[in-house]
Antibody, heavy 116, light 106 residues
């Protein structure tokens, strides 16, 4: 079955960098767009980033533009989110999700804590 | 950016009730709207896509309607497993924003 497994979360200080990974199995990864969505503690879902199936298009939320970079390695079935200059309001659970349009499969999430 | 406004933010209901959640978009998003169910500690689950299409495996008591700027999610005959938070998301224009959520509780 289709599986998305996030990793790379942890506790970091403000200003630090972190790279999240999402390992995808059970589907032809190179055929699908992918997205990152996050949820801050006690808050709703927030869309973060999108990457086209062939990396030709990338879109970002205004809140992360210029600090976060989404990428993928289709040869390894891996999705990444490079997060630089982390701020306390970047804290939360980060989900990767399959979908060039509608997000029909989600990972379980990885938790990022930003605290001094 | 396109803003999505969900109402109500909280909804108190009983087993067997029918409920309706509304999602209003600040601009025309055609039918590029999805509805998700989210429970604490779980991953969000796609219920409805393209405003009114039921995702495979989702019970038929869930239905979606609307186009343009006004959309609704209806749950007929609430079941115990339906108590959760529901979100709409627009996929018309980046950034692909979510609504603020509607928590359905007993």
């Amino acid at each position: 079955q289709v599986q998305l497994i996030e990793s790379g979360g942890g506790v970091v200080h403000p200003g630090a960098d972190l790279r999240l990974s999402c390992a995808v199995s059970g589907l032809t990864f190179s055929s699908f767009g992918m997205q990152w969505v996050r949820q801050a503690p006690g808050k709703g879902l927030e869309w973060v980033a999108f990457i086209h199936y062939d990396s030709s298009k990338k879109y970002y939320a205004d809140s992360v533009k210029g600090r976060f970079t989404v990428s993928r390695d289709n040869s390894r079935n891996m999705l990444y989110l490079q997060m630089n200059s982390l701020r306390p309001d970047d804290m939360g659970v980060y989900y990767c999700a399959k979908g060039g349009l509608y997000l029909d499969v989600w990972g379980k999430g990885t938790t990022v804590t930003v605290s001094s | 950016d396109i803003q999505l406004t969900q109402s109500p933010p909280f909804l108190s209901a009983s087993l067997g009730d029918g409920v309706t959640i509304t999602c209003r978009a600040s601009h025309n998003i055609n039918s590029y709207l999805a509805w998700f169910q989210h429970k604490p500690g779980k991953s969000p689950k796609l219920l409805i896509y393209a405003a009114s299409s039921l995702e495979s495996g989702v019970p038929s008591r869930f239905s979606g309607s609307g186009s343009g700027t006004e959309f609704t999610l209806t749950i007929n005959s609430l079941q115990p497993e339906d108590f959760a938070t529901y979100y709409c998301q627009q996929l018309d224009t980046s950034p692909f924003t979510f609504g603020g959520g509607t928590k359905v509780e007993i």
